[in-house]
């Protein structure tokens, strides 16, 4: 069955109507697509300003269909406020750097959520071996039901509803997530340390303003997105990932591997481009804008 010309008008029984629809439905369906932004250095900026027309271009993107959800290190506490500044509540959230994956719930203008899936690992081994390179850094770690514990204060991180610990209390339990912050260290001077003590038990990701973010082993953006895909029964080659940092190379590499676009921003690091299949324009440029609103 065909949908008649422009101008003209063909009538057809009630039956092969709405077998038209349903034909027209699931054609846009097959072109809808899942697309998960980083936050840090691709939705926002340094200073938490907006990147240039994103809010505009997500929701241009949402009109056509498309399935706009974010994917970042930050906490879900973090989280939601973001997707509040851009107005968007999506199926799913990815949070934590894939530790953590955040469901919607009731309908399409819910904002209320609870936690599909949640990685957790024993973190003492890998929080002695850190303190043992690292005397004067500072600690927090995530808990599954969403709380943080910290050592000292941490600067530029909202710490709303953290637990103030001391450093042996941070492994008496299952941890999501460990965020290391060491006083003057470089992001170069952590990508140097994690060679040189082998963190081969865990993942782990360097943040865009030098922080080391540790994960359950195995566990990414990728891993986390992977499962989002497939809850939403959306096809691989219809994924479209953009960030900056190198916990975006994870889900980089999982894109492209399956036929996606994996979108670097501009400002990005050198290795973060090499996973990438593009690069866009930077974050103050208005990088996610401008390829939202070319789909």
């Not at 501009?266 to 996973?275: K, T």
Request: charged residues 25%; hydrophobic residues 45%.
């Amino acid at each position: 069955m065909t949908i008649p010309d422009t101008g003209s008008v063909d009538i057809v029984e009630q039956e092969d109507a709405a077998e038209l629809v349903e034909d027209l439905a699931e054609d846009g369906l097959a072109e809808r697509m899942l697309i998960a932004l980083d936050v840090d250095g691709t939705v926002i900026l340094e200073d938490e300003t907006l990147s240039p027309g994103v809010v505009e271009a997500v929701e241009f993107a949402r009109s056509r269909g498309h399935e706009v959800m974010l994917a970042t290190g930050r906490s879900w506490d973090s989280t939601h406020t973001i997707m509040e500044r851009l107005g968007i509540w999506p199926e799913y959230a990815v949070c934590s750097n894939g530790a953590i994956v955040m469901k919607r719930v009731g309908g399409d203008d819910a904002d209320g959520y609870e936690r599909a899936h949640t990685e957790t690992f024993d973190a003492s081994e890998v929080l002695t071996l850190l303190r043992e390179h690292l005397a004067d850094a500072r600690y927090m770690v995530e808990l599954p039901d969403g709380t943080r514990l910290y050592t000292e204060y941490l600067e530029d991180w909202n710490l709303r509803g953290a637990g103030h610990v001391t450093f042996e209390q941070l492994s008496h339990q299952p941890v999501c997530r460990v965020v290391v912050v060491s006083p003057g260290k470089s992001d170069e001077d952590f990508v140097d340390l994690v060679a040189r003590i082998g963190l081969n038990q865990v993942s782990y990701a360097i943040g865009w303003t030098a922080w080391l973010d540790i994960a359950p082993m195995g566990v990414d953006k990728s891993t986390a997105l992977e499962l989002v895909r497939g809850w939403l029964d959306i096809a691989p080659e219809r994924v479209l990932v953009m960030g900056d940092g190198r916990n975006d190379i994870g889900m980089f590499e999982w894109a492209v591997e399956h036929g996606g676009r994996a979108i670097a921003m501009r400002q990005g690091p050198a290795e973060v481009h090499e996973a990438a299949s593009e690069i866009g324009l930077s974050v103050d440029e208005g990088g996610v804008a401008a390829i939202l609103r070319a789909l």
